[in-house]
């Protein structure tokens, strides 16, 4: 009869970085049938087809495996706006730019989003807390950077700070993404012009 470890043994060997990978994508599935919470190392193992020393030997804890998800997603989400905004000499056309594409970028990361959302309102330890903020964080500063440029060529008001700003974009953002299966109307378009247009009204200076 064979042992775990031997049957473990048996399959198929990977490449280090192909069964990081491996691990990762059989972690997003956990996550999204369990939530943050209620992944554990023994569920997350099995779901990957190794053994938990293998498991550990790429992610040193569930915290570890949450901040890989985390920095693929905001990498990701940063080089879009980058797409999005690189060689826009006009600020508020990039913001648009931005407000315009994220129904499409959250529905493309739909299962990441959620959750990473999850584990916002699951974590309740203080580290798991920071990589959550730095996730959003990073945003903030990409935005920030932004409207601050907006200020700058007097686009954008200036009575508002370009931090409050960002968060205000940020905070409408995740309220679209929490709410938009809601809406089964036929009229997405016009939902993603209205968001674009309500998200960035209150932050254009008024001639």
């Known amino acids: 009869m064979l042992t775990c470890d031997m049957s473990m043994s048996a399959t198929k060997r990977l490449p280090a970085e192909a069964r990081r990978r491996s691990i990762l994508d059989a972690a997003l599935s956990v996550l999204a049938e369990g939530g943050y919470a209620g992944m554990t190392t023994a569920r997350l193992a099995r779901k990957a087809g190794v053994t938990e020393p293998i498991l550990y030997r790429h992610f040193a804890s569930k915290r570890a495996l949450l901040r890989a998800l ?3 997603v905001t990498a990701r989400m940063i080089a879009a706006f980058h797409q ?10 990039g913001l648009r730019r931005i407000c315009l594409a994220y129904p499409e970028l959250s529905s493309r990361y739909q299962r990441e989003f959620r959750i990473i959302n999850q584990a916002l309102l699951e974590a309740t330890d203080a580290r798991t807390r920071e990589l ?3 996730h959003y964080d990073a945003y903030r500063r990409f935005l920030q950077d932004l409207i601050e440029q907006g200020q700058r060529a007097g686009s ?9 700003g960002a968060w205000h974009m940020i905070h409408s953002a995740l309220g679209f993404l929490m709410t938009q299966e809601m809406r089964e109307d036929g ?6 012009k209205a968001f674009a247009d309500a998200t960035l009204g209150g932050l254009l200076k008024v001639p």
Request: no cysteine; glycine share 6%; proline share 3%.
């Open 187 to 192: 009229k997405g378009s016009i939902h993603v």
């Open 132 to 134: 959550l903020a730095a």
């Open 70 to 72: 985390l920095d693929e």
């Open 156 to 164: 954008l008001r200036h009575d508002i700070p370009a931090a409050a």
């Open 84 to 93: 999005l905004t690189d060689g826009e000499t006009d600020t508020v056309a």
